[in-house]
């Protein structure tokens, strides 16, 4: 207990999912969390679970995709507890369909989310870190950023920009000795409420458009689904000093697609 005692850490997306896994275990191990979300039901509802095991947090109302709102955020965690030494860049869509189909709103509606928002935070949130001290910056991509899938063309795309964005801002921390790091990581196949939206058109037809048991069975090498708890561990231990020497990598929690 107690791995990432007395920080700071803001959770995009943090209303359900990974998101909500992140915050949960990031509180239970002593850090101070900033839900964010669009979804005030549902953050306000991790805020609760949060308290209920004896954590602190608050919720902000958060659309990524608005830098006047990032500013907000950050400005929130600092002025409620005073620093900021995690960000968890987790808000993000799928949008799945055929390129030669998808809608121009749609692909810039997913680069606004899952890139945009994503820069967004990184960029406020490393001059607060330089002043706390210290920073871990954990951006949530997919093992969609290191290979492609049919289908999801453009949700590679974005996934995998957050890959090499991420190597970039490393570096740049790096080399200028500010005392961030910077780590992507890569779920495979988790139980998370993007897949009921991953393919609006089916869903709007009244159709179950993945069985993710189905799909673990058939594409996960262990065979088994995974939940936001494991991943949510890989993204505590990147937040806390045990990783202290790792930036610019990925860490990839897949039950072992990649391999």
Known sequence: MGRVEGKVAIVSGGASGIGRGCALRLAEEGARVVVSDVDQTMGEQTCSLISEAGGESIFVKHDVTREEEWINCVKEA??????????VNNAGIGIGGSIIEMTLEDWQRQQAINLDGVFLGVKHSIPEMNKSGSGSIINISSVAGLKGARSLAAYNATKGGVRLFTKGVALECATNRWPIRVNSVHPGVIETPIWDKINPGLQEAGMNTIDLDTMAEQF?????????????NGVLFLASDDSSYMTGTELVIDGGICA
């Open 78 to 87: 600092v002025s409620s507890y005073s620093g900021l030494h995690i960000l």
């Open 220 to 232: 996960v090498p262990n065979g088994r689904l995974g939940k936001p708890l494991d991943i949510a």
